[in-house]
């Protein structure tokens, strides 16, 4: 759950945490109501709260190892391009780039 800048960059921006533990099929907990939270549920990633100082003890305790086996099963099955820009991806970059420069 990002804090980091809560009430600006927090709630509208994908950390990095997202794109690195995505890739190697980390469940993510993120708060519901930011757009980390609205782009796992677009994906059906992670496990989302509201009040997580109410929430997390409850969901922790309740965490079985089929329920995590569960989540990393989805995570999984996430597209890697979801994490990870490729060739493609690169040079769409750079062309962009350049074009914005000229």
């Not at 059906?44 to 969901?59: C, K, N, Q, S, T």
Request: proline share 4%.
């Amino acid at each position: 759950i990002d804090y980091f800048e809560q009430g600006a960059n927090s709630d509208w921006l994908l950390p990095n945490r997202i794109y690195e533990g995505g890739r190697q099929a980390s469940p993510a907990i993120a708060l519901a109501h930011v757009e980390t939270g609205r782009w796992l549920k677009s994906r059906g990633l992670g496990v989302l709260m509201d009040d997580p100082a109410v929430e997390l003890e409850a969901f922790l305790e309740a965490l079985t190892l089929d329920r995590y086996h569960e989540l990393k099963r989805a995570s999984l099955s996430a597209p890697q391009d979801s994490f990870v820009a490729g060739k493609a991806d690169c040079e769409r970059l750079v062309r962009s780039l350049a074009g914005a420069a000229t």
